[in-house]
């Protein structure tokens, strides 16, 4: 069973933007920007995911393409997630170098910032070589939970303010092409945990996504 590493902190060269408080109940705004967007049926399992995964941090998730976004608008507050590569699992050609992460968060005088980047490849190299029989004919919902699981580890790190991995999960630090799509991958209690006293006593990332 092949593990692949889910994501790697990078430190950006930028001052940290100005910290906001997030609590529970507060409006999180997910703004999701593809190079190639997924098919409807990934989009809509992705977003199924990431609602199911951090349902029970309290806090009022708002997924959104950030094509869709009017350029005055207003957040409470705001996570951008970059998707690069080919996000489409249907007539894309095999990925050459399958290695490095499947995402990765960016920090800043060690903090972590709120905004990450998935590779869409890696992933979608790591669900097709897991898919069998049945599965097959799924391939476009499957990924879609893929991305989904990858997403939420990444806001584990930006919620959470953790630079370390859980031991078992959607925060361990690698996972098999198997865990990407099975039908039951959660978080650990501990790591849970974590988000929930984070939002609880703490700050993390500011609102200002597009000053990079």
Known sequence: MRLVAICTLLVCGLAAPSRGEIAIGTNLTILLDFETRPSEASVTAMNQEIRQLLGRTG???????????????DFE???????????????MPPLIDERGPLAW????????????????????RSVEDALFGGEKGRRDQLFGRALG???AHELYHIIGGVHTHGKKGVAQASLSGRELISDHLTF?????????????????????????
Not at 59 to 73: C, T
Not at 105 to 124: N, Q, Y
Not at 198 to 212: A, I, M, Q, V
């Open 77 to 91: 507050e705001i996570v951008l997630m970059r998707f690069k590569g080919a996000c489409q699992m249907s007539n």
């Open 149 to 151: 699981r990858v997403v």
């Open 105 to 124: 968060s960016h920090t800043a005088e060690g903090e972590i910032l709120p905004f990450g980047d998935v590779a869409c490849d890696r992933i979608r």
């Open 59 to 73: 806090v009022r998730l708002d997924l959104r393409l950030r094509s869709e976004v009017a350029a005055q608008e």
């Open 188 to 212: 650990e209690p501990e790591d849970a945990a974590r988000m929930l006293s984070r939002l609880r006593s703490k700050t993390y990332g500011g609102s200002d996504p597009y000053s990079y």
